[in-house]
């Protein structure tokens, strides 16, 4: 399997999903269903929640907003959620819209709010695909920018960045001011640990110890669930200390019956690869070390 960390450029800023602002035009550049809808997900149910109105937008019919339950219901304020299939938009079915029609629906959907928030999230790959697509959709989202902060509003471009050329996605990352990652599933003073996707996992930086063996406990259970047989990656490369007890846990997890992905650890240290391989743990069924 290739392993896709990221597509962040160094020093292109990068914010959580819920720390997005009025204002902001961010982007997300997922490698499969699972981020989407996990990212997108907390996006749209968080405008939800807090009595925002939420405009999903897709090229064509049927729509599925990312994060919500099938049909798009029923979830708390609903009414509030009003999707949009460009195609239809642009009296056009079954046929993707030009990105034309993305700046018509925005400016509609900012006059229909008056002021109240309002959260865009659009999923916008099959515009690529399009006659003149990329260059379409550039000028297309320098207009989006300009709405977006005149009207206070609050929006993700969705692309799926394994259907993008590199260049595309350098491109599509420069018009846009913000790259958005997920919420940390859990983030305190000395400890971070983060949801990956490809390969699907969890990235932990800071340090791991005693009193976080529960958070660590707890977030294993999470991805494990969602893996099913696939492997789970655990980058431990951003752990500046980890001990025995979390090791333990890790040792238990990948052994336990019930567990059908396998547990790779990726980025490890040479002193706790040595570790590892000095008490046995790399022989463990279930347990493997990575990269």
Request: some cysteine.
């Amino acid at each position: 399997m290739e392993t896709l960390w990221s597509v962040r450029k160094p020093g292109r800023p990068v914010c959580k999903v819920g720390g997005l602002r009025p204002g902001d035009h961010g982007w997300l550049a997922y490698a499969g269903e699972a981020e989407r809808h996990h990212v997108t997900g907390a996006f749209v149910r968080a405008g939800l929640a807090a009595g925002d109105a939420v405009l999903y937008l897709a090229g064509s019919a049927p729509v599925t907003v990312p994060g919500l339950p099938p049909g798009n219901g029923p979830v708390a304020g609903a009414e509030r959620l009003h999707v949009v299939a460009l195609d239809r938009a642009a009296g056009r079915p079954g046929a993707a819209a030009y990105p034309d029609v993305l700046l018509r629906t925005i400016a509609g959907e900012l006059a229909r709010a008056g002021g109240r928030g309002l959260r865009i999230a659009a999923d916008l790959t099959w515009a690529l695909h399009l006659p003149d697509g990329l260059e379409r959709l550039l000028r297309c989202e320098r207009d989006i920018d300009l709405l977006i902060g005149s009207g206070g509003a609050t929006a993700v471009c969705q692309f799926d960045r394994l259907r993008c050329a590199p260049a595309e996605l350098d491109a599509l990352g420069a018009a846009h001011g913000i790259a958005v990652a997920p919420d940390p599933e859990f983030e305190d003073p000395v400890l971070r640990v983060v949801r990956t996707f490809q390969p699907p996992g969890l990235a932990f930086s800071g340090e791991l110890d005693a009193s976080r063996h529960s958070v660590l406990v707890q977030a294993l259970a999470t991805v494990m669930k969602s893996a099913g047989d696939e492997e789970v990656h655990l980058d431990l490369g951003g752990l500046g200390f980890i001990d025995l007890g979390s090791l333990n846990i890790l040792a238990r997890t990948a052994g336990h019956p019930g567990n059908r992905a396998p547990l790779v650890l990726d980025h490890l240290s040479p002193q706790l690869r040595t570790l590892m391989e000095t008490v046995g743990w790399h022989m463990l069924p279930g347990l493997r070390l990575g990269t």
